[in-house]
């Protein structure tokens, strides 16, 4: 998609989101043109694909795994 797509789409004046996971890169389509979701608390929308996804944190293993 273009910039121009991007600007009338909205979404990075979203406020900063504790708890929205930071995402570098989609994990369906690897691509960096990630955008938070304004619908949802923590969803991240990727403009390349399409697709609305979140990353939610289970836990931690212990150290020395
Ligand atoms: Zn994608």
Redesign the pocket.
């Known amino acids: 998609m273009t910039d121009e797509t991007n600007r009338t789409i909205g979404g990075k004046s979203a406020h900063p989101n504790p708890r929205r996971a930071t995402v570098m890169n ?1 994990p ?4 960096e043109n990630l955008w938070p979701d304004p619908e949802t608390d923590n969803a991240w929308q ?1 403009r ?2 399409c ?1 609305v996804f979140s990353v939610k944190l289970h836990g931690q293993l212990p150290r020395g795994v």
């Open positions: 989609c369906y389509c690897a691509s990727c390349d694909c697709r």
